[in-house]
């Protein structure tokens, strides 16, 4: 499996439609609870620009409430075992971000608590992409770290299944 870059340039984070699609559409299903799940897809390289394509998400038992949402430790192995399922334990996209959703306002942002989780341990792994939905409006918002370790707002692109330039190929 390889990694391709489309033409358009200036964005480090792409997300496959499918996924928007879905992901807010689980949001919007848990809600008024806050979602919660995991991205997965490929972190690339190319021409010295590291990118992040997000190509599929996965979700397991969360602890949920209008304002907080947390894996159960049962949460966190479903995950993976419904990713072993779908794709089988060799052929696995690797996991490269969180999402969650704040069911309530308006455009919706990182919460003091969403930082002091999403700074440490797994979370913090480079190139990790945080995306915060607000199911009622629609707000997908992306989140990666800066230089300085800081989490912020990133332009993203949804792309469709097909490759931009032809010749990516379909994964499936
Ligand atoms: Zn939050």
């Known amino acids: 499996m390889s990694c391709h870059a489309s033409r358009v340039t200036g964005h480090a984070v792409y997300i496959l439609a499918r996924v928007v699609k879905e992901v807010l559409a689980f949001c919007q299903r848990q809600a008024p609870n806050e979602a919660l799940g995991v991205l997965v897809g490929r972190r690339c390289q190319h021409q010295g620009r590291r990118y992040v394509r997000v ?3 996965a979700t397991g038992s969360v602890d949920a409430s209008p304002v907080h949402a947390e ?8 995950c993976h075992v419904e990713l072993d399922e779908r794709y ?4 696995r996209p690797q996991i490269v971000g969180i999402f969650h959703s704040h069911p309530f306002g308006g455009e919706p942002s990182l ?3 969403d ?5 440490g341990f797994p979370y913090d792994a480079e190139g990790n992409v945080f995306v915060l ?5 629609g707000h997908f918002l992306v989140f990666q770290r800066d230089g300085s370790g800081v989490l912020v707002e990133q332009e993203w692109v949804e792309y469709g299944p097909e490759a931009p330039e032809g010749g990516a190929g379909s994964e499936r």
């Open 55 to 57: 190509t599929d998400w």
């Open 115 to 119: 930082l002091a989780t999403f700074g």
């Open 71 to 78: 894996f159960t430790p049962q949460g966190v192995v479903e």
């Open 111 to 113: 919460s003091e608590r």
């Open 88 to 91: 089988g334990p060799d052929r």
């Open 133 to 137: 939905v607000n199911p009622s409006t």
